[in-house]
């Protein structure tokens, strides 16, 4: 069972378009919700992360968008170039029973492709 | 953040021998974790190694073929035993570091090949 739901698979846009890739969740115990980036051959690197008492958070060009009672985060990134061509993960922590730490359970993937 | 140094970057093995991946920290961590992410696909959990304890494995990942060892903090390797060609994937070592600005960090894989 897939916990934390990610759409769409690919994506295609031009430069200076504003990709958007939705998360979807549904256990109300995951309390911190990263996106990740990857390019080929390299590991996932973080690129921006959200608690869910905010509804928006904003780094450069990346933007979450968090929506607490319909369980969904979405990542916006404006003005996009070709470099920002990656894959992109959400992904979503719980805390371990007892425990202030926790685990990460990822999306599936989007592939993004900026054309330039 | 935590820079992670994870060796081989790649190898390419026979079926039936083992390959143990070496996952170093700069920094001292409580936990470790080791994923598998296969071709074009999304991390899976392997395991949360803590020190001075024994690995806890997630469902469908069992000791014996995936032994992992945590002897300090900053140091954990991951051993693919008794490989066969589904194990070719991406095998990748993280850290927690809190969930502020540096959250949790990638060493960059091994790209594992079995032949």
């Known amino acids: 069972q897939q916990q934390v739901k990610q759409s769409p698979q690919s994506l295609i846009v031009q430069k200076g378009g504003i990709p958007i890739i939705n998360c979807a969740y549904e256990?109300?115990?995951?309390?911190?919700f990263p996106w990740y980036q990857q390019f080929p051959g390299k590991g996932p690197a973080l690129l921006i992360a959200?608690?869910?008492?905010?509804s928006e958070k904003k780094e450069g060009r990346f933007t979450i968008s968090f929506n607490k009672s319909a369980k969904q985060f979405s990542l916006h990134i404006m003005d996009s170039q070709p470099g920002d061509s990656a894959t992109y993960f959400c992904?979503?922590?719980?805390?371990?029973?007892?425990?202030?730490?926790?685990?990460?359970?990822f999306g599936r993937g989007t592939q993004l492709t900026v054309w330039p | 953040s935590a820079v992670i140094s994870q060796k081989p970057s790649r190898d390419i093995c026979q079926r039936g021998t083992s390959l143990t991946i070496q996952c170093q920290v700069d920094?001292?961590?409580?936990?470790m974790f080791w994923y598998r992410q296969q071709p074009g696909q999304s991390l899976t959990l392997i395991a949360t190694?803590?020190?001075?304890?024994?690995?806890?494995?997630e469902s469908g990942f069992v000791i014996d073929k995936f032994p992992i060892s945590r002897p300090n903090l900053t140091f954990s390797t991951l051993t693919v035993s008794n490989m066969s060609p589904e194990d070719s994937s991406i095998y990748l070592c993280?850290?927690?570091?809190?969930?502020?600005?540096?959250?949790?960090?990638f060493g960059s894989g091994t790209r594992l090949t079995v032949v």
């Open positions: 256990n109300t115990a995951f309390d911190y």
């Open positions: 190694a803590n020190q001075g304890s024994e690995a806890t494995y």
């Open positions: 959200i608690r869910p008492d905010v």
């Open positions: 993280s850290v927690e570091e809190g969930t502020g600005a540096r959250g949790y960090t």
């Open positions: 992904a979503a922590r719980i805390l371990r029973r007892g425990s202030t730490l926790g685990r990460l359970y």
């Open positions: 920094s001292q961590v409580t936990m």
